[in-house]
């Protein structure tokens, strides 16, 4: 069984940063992608950032510059620097990823972290 457990969020005020975090554990042969979702009240779900294995990265334009993924492929963990925060960019912020166990390829989510910027 793989389960992603994110931590980090929380609240912030306009322009301040916040750090994401998000640790794959189970048994787990590798992960390809891992990624950062975010769904915001009455919207739909859409991709933050996500980092290959081999560190190719793809960003939503719009954090694009403020934001900065990364990971730790020892660590099977996945990093989400957020600076400059935006009231839109409140949202659950959820971690996905690509996960190569000795069972099967599965793609997997976290539960989700509360991230919301305010004055």
């Known amino acids: 069984q793989v389960q992603l457990v994110e931590s980090g969020g929380g609240w912030v005020q306009p322009g301040g940063s916040l750090r994401l975090s998000c640790a794959a554990s189970?048994?787990?042969?590798?992960?390809?992608?891992m990624g950062w979702y975010r769904q915001a009240p009455g919207k739909q779900r859409e991709l933050v950032a996500v980092?290959?294995?081999?560190?190719?990265?793809i960003y939503l334009p719009s954090v694009k510059g403020r934001f900065t993924i990364s990971r730790d492929n020892p660590k099977n963990t996945t990093y989400l620097e957020m600076n400059n925060l935006k009231p839109e960019d409140t949202a659950v912020y959820l971690c996905?990823?690509?996960?190569?166990?000795?069972?099967?390829?599965?793609?997997?989510w976290g539960q989700g972290t509360q991230v919301t910027v305010s004055s």
């Open positions: 189970g048994n787990i042969l590798s992960i390809t992608t």
């Open positions: 980092i290959t294995r081999g560190d190719r990265i």
């Open positions: 996905n990823a690509d996960v190569v166990t000795t069972l099967h390829s599965r793609n997997y």
